[in-house]
């Protein structure tokens, strides 16, 4: 069964601080994880991705995988306003992606 | 920056009738994708296609669906008597040979009455 899971939030935290996003995943085959904002009615938009254990930075964006542990996270930086949206975790599980109901964030001013 | 396109943004159609809903991939891109987004529910996979062929469907795409690439650069959702829980947001991804990042075009919602 292929399950990817986050809290759903809403997550709430002052403009500046540090957004922590976490999300597991119950299956062996996915190598491969991608987190997407999704604004509300509007389509996903990718953010980042990550592929090997360890930790990858872009700008205020940080992804972390822990195979062993099955856990992906995403920290936001210097939270904005405009970060406010609903963040989704992917696996990727060959040709198709599954995705978790998505953790809701309001960075407040 | 290249952009994966959709049409209609919106459709409206009635219970029993056919919808085709039209994607433009990005242009030098390889694998694609629907997927759809029922309103406060996840994102789910319906279809994936590879070098003119379904690669993978999930249990939601039925014999009621069937996609196409009529051409170098559309790729179809075809829906043959849609049902009220057909209602969502229909989402088309492409991603490139090369990377595994899929992108996502806006979406088209569909509205069955």
């Known amino acids: 069964q292929k399950e990817v899971e986050q809290n759903s939030g809403p997550l709430s935290v002052p403009e500046g601080a540090i957004a922590s996003l976490n999300c597991t995943y119950s299956d062996r085959v996915s190598q491969s994880f991608f987190w997407y904002r999704q604004y509300s009615g509007k389509s996903p938009e990718l953010i980042m991705s990550i592929y090997s254990n360890g930790d990858k930075e872009d700008g205020r964006f940080t992804a972390q995988l822990n195979k062993a542990s099955q856990y992906v996270s995403l920290l936001i930086r210097d939270s904005q306003p405009s970060d406010s949206a609903t963040y989704l975790c992917?696996?990727?599980?060959?040709?198709?992606?599954?995705f978790g109901p998505g953790t809701r964030l309001s960075v407040l001013p | 920056e290249p952009e994966v396109t959709q049409t209609p943004s919106h459709q409206v159609t009635q219970m029993g009738q056919e919808v085709i809903l039209r994607c433009v991939p990005i242009s030098n891109h390889l694998y694609f994708y629907w997927y759809r987004q029922i309103l406060g529910q996840k994102v789910e996979f319906l279809v994936s296609f590879y070098n003119n062929e379904i690669s993978e469907k999930s249990e939601i795409f039925d014999d009621q669906f069937s996609v196409e690439r009529p051409d170098g650069s559309n790729f179809t959702l075809k829906i043959r008597s849609t049902k009220l829980e057909d209602s969502a947001m229909y989402f088309c991804?492409?991603?490139?040979?090369?990377?595994?990042?899929?992108?996502f075009g806006p979406g088209t919602r569909l509205t069955v009455t």
């Open positions: 992917a696996g990727d599980y060959g040709q198709n992606f599954v």
């Open positions: 991804a492409s991603r490139g040979g090369s990377s595994y990042e899929q992108y």
